[in-house]
């Protein structure tokens, strides 16, 4: 089979959709179906689809291919897992689906989960409802929400349409944003919504080559950045991640490369937080990701054992990447753009940017203004 010029929209890559028995008569379930136009075969409730073969997770590559629509048995709103050893931004997850139809050489979703095919959860009322249970429960609390814990918040957005849906019930909340991260660049459901501020648009940026080797089926960099503008058009509020930033050759080139043409494309004022991680992952993903991608070399460096138990590179070599990369973004990024650490100590905070999140409030604080100015 020949590979599309452009990945802009992964979900090209699902060629058939499994729905649960009792999702059927789902009026949701028939829209998707009635778009994707793919072949579909109904299973008993909890089964696993049928016609992947193979052993989890060599059978990816298929098991990608292969689209659950089911229902939530479980809650879809909770908080992010975080940890308590590093600063984390107390985000709250929305559990859309599982699995994504790109493949990332450092993806922890290949660790952290033990099915090839991607799970879509139909029964989206539950969704709004939790959401709206949750605000009432804590009426003075502020929400940043996101959708991408096990997934990619857009990848299937031209075969779900949720995200309309959620920017048209997120634009009417005023304790709560949500943020929709992607590497895909499937935004065509984004225009001519009411959302009034209160859905973030966020982009997962690397050095070109990190992009083009170690990111398989996603939107190209220039793919990224022209979605990324259309969406600051339509007046959307922007994000970025740096993350994982990855220690190659040329690593320094790269990054300045892309920041350098993210700031020519995107303005700077619409961007309202830019995240920053270095690759730290636990030692089974090493596992996975070298037999997936023996050409790969991101897991053959030098790495400590965090307090988290996950590998990342040695504090040097983490300071002199931020170091880097922060220096740049503070060339460009204007005052109210919040630039911060994803799982990071207070040290590495007080090393690169000269202060500790405590200082202005916390990184949840920090993170709110910014959307509250
Ligand atoms: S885009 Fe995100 S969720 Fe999808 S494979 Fe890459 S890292 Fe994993």
């Given at each position: 089979m020949t590979e599309p010029h452009s990945w802009k929209d992964p979900s090209i890559y699902v060629h058939e959709i499994h729905v649960e028995e009792s999702c059927m008569d789902l009026a949701y379930t028939r829209e998707i179906l009635g778009r994707a136009k793919l072949p579909y075969t109904v299973i008993a409730d909890r089964d696993d689809p049928q016609g992947i073969s193979g052993v989890y997770p060599d059978n990816l590559v298929q098991g990608k291919r292969h689209l659950l629509l089911c229902l939530n048995r479980g809650h879809f709103f909770k908080p992010c897992p975080?940890?308590?050893e590093y600063r984390c931004c107390d985000y709250q997850v929305l559990n859309i689906g599982m699995g994504c139809p790109m493949d990332c050489v450092y993806c922890i979703l290949q660790a952290y989960l033990n099915k090839p095919w991607l799970t879509f959860f139909v029964n989206t009322e539950n969704v709004f409802q939790e959401m709206e249970t949750a605000f009432a429960a804590e009426p003075d609390r502020f929400f940043r929400i996101g959708t991408g814990e096990f997934t990619d918040s857009m990848a299937l957005d031209r075969l779900t349409c949720l995200s309309p849906q959620l920017v048209e019930f997120m634009a009417?909340?005023?304790?709560a944003v949500l943020e929709l991260k992607t590497k895909s660049a499937v935004i065509s459901n984004l225009e001519n919504l009411q959302h009034n501020g209160r859905t973030i648009l966020a982009w997962s940026l690397n050095s070109p080559v990190v992009m083009q080797r170690e990111e398989i089926r996603t939107a190209t960099f220039d793919e990224r950045l022209s979605a990324a503008a259309q969406c600051a058009e339509w007046g959307y509020k922007l994000a970025f991640h740096f993350d994982p930033i990855i220690d190659h050759p040329g690593w320094e080139e790269g990054y300045e490369e892309t920041i350098t043409k993210l700031f020519q494309k995107v303005p700077?004022?619409?961007?309202v937080w830019i995240s920053l991680g270095a690759l730290r992952y636990l030692p089974s993903l090493k596992t996975i990701g070298t037999r997936r991608f023996?050409?790969?070399?991101?897991?053959y460096q030098e790495f400590i054992e965090g307090l988290d138990n996950k590998k990342r590179y040695f504090r040097p070599r983490r300071v002199a990447l931020y170091k880097h990369i922060y220096g740049l973004l503070k060339k460009y990024t204007v005052p109210s753009t919040c630039i911060y650490f994803c799982m990071e100590s207070d040290e590495i905070w007080q090393e690169v940017m000269g202060y500790v999140p405590e200082e202005k409030g916390g990184i949840p604080l920090m993170l709110d203004r910014t959307v509250n100015n």
């Open positions: 975080g940890t308590k009417k909340q005023k304790q700077a004022e619409n961007i023996p050409g790969s070399r991101i897991f």
